[in-house]
C-alpha cells in the first residue's frame, strides 16, 4: 500500500554525508511545489524520539535493540508515514527498515529471518518507492565521523562494524535495484545532486 503519496528512504553508513543532501532535497520539492514531510527513524514521533534517546545512548541485548527499533518503526507508520501518504504527500524518512537490516543484522548478528517476521507485522505491504543509499568507503565514513560532534553509540563502533554495515546495504540494493539509487559520496556534491534530481523526476513524475 502506498496508495497515492510516494515514500522515499535515505539510507548509507555513518558520516555519508544524508545531512548535506536532505537539505537539497527539501528544497527541490519546495521549488517544485511538491506537499512533503521529512521525517526520521529512529524517531518521527514523540514516543519515537523518546525511543531514539534510548536507542542511540543505552547499551541493550540486540534483539531488544531490534524490537525497539520495530517499535518505533511501528508508531512513525502509524502516525506520520500513512496518514501522509494516504493524503498524497511525499514522506522522506532519513532511515527505515534496510537500516535495521544493516546494522542489527549485517553489524551486530541479529538473524535476517528474525527481522523479516518484524517487518511483515510491522509494515505489511508498506515499501518505499525509492531508496537513495549514500555510499562511502569506511575509512573516509570513519574520518569524517571523528572531525564531528558527539558520537553516539553506534558512531563509536570499530571499523569492522561499519564495513559489515556498508557491505550490507550493497546487497541489499543489489537484491532491489528498482528501488535502490546508490549515491557515490565521494563524488563532488552538484555530481549528487544532479542524480538526486534525475532520480526524483523520474520517481515524482
Ligand atoms: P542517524 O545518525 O542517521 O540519525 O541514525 C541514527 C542511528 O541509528 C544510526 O547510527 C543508525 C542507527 N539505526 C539502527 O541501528 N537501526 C535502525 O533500524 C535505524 C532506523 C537506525
Known amino acids: 500500500m502506498n496508495n497515492l503519496g510516494k ?19 527539501k528544497k527541490y520539492l519546495s ?5 512533503y514531510v521529512l521525517t526520521r527513524e529512529p524517531g518521527g514521533t514523540i514516543l519515537g524520539e523518546r525511543l531514539r534517546e534510548i536507542l542511540l545512548h543505552d547499551e541493550m541485548n540486540h534483539e531488544t535493540e531490534t524490537i525497539l527499533m520495530f517499535a518505533a518503526r511501528n508508531e512513525h507508520i502509524d502516525k506520520v508515514i500513512r496518514p501522509n501518504l494516504i493524503k498524497g504527500n511525499v514522506v522522506i524518512s532519513d ?14 548478528g541479529v538473524k535476517d529471518e528474525k527481522i523479516d517476521i518484524l517487518k511483515k507485522w510491522v509494515q505489511g505491504s508498506l515499501q518505499p518507492n525509492l531508496t537513495f543509499l549514500f555510499d562511502l568507503s569506511v575509512d573516509i565514513s570513519i574520518e569524517r565521523l571523528n572531525k564531528t560532534r558527539t558520537l553516539d553509540k553506534f558512531e ?9 554495515i556498508r557491505q550490507k546495504y550493497l546487497m541489499l540494493a543489489k ?8 549515491l557515490n559520496s565521494e563524488k563532488s556534491i552538484e555530481k549528487i545532486q544532479n542524480q538526486i534530481k534525475l532520480k526524483l523526476d523520474e520517481v515524482l513524475r
Open 156 to 164: 563509536r563502533e570499530d571499523k569492522n562494524f561499519h564495513e559489515n
Open 31 to 35: 521549488d517544485l511545489d511538491i506537499n
Open 95 to 108: 532511515r527505515f527498515t534496510d537500516a535495521t537490516y544493516a546494522y542489527q543484522a549485517g553489524g551486530k
Open 175 to 182: 537484491l532491489s535495484p528498482e528501488r535502490f539509487c546508490i
Open 7 to 25: 515514500f522515499i528512504t535515505l539510507e548509507g553508513v555513518d558520516g555519508a554525508g544524508k545531512t548535506t543532501h536532505i537539505e537539497f532535497i
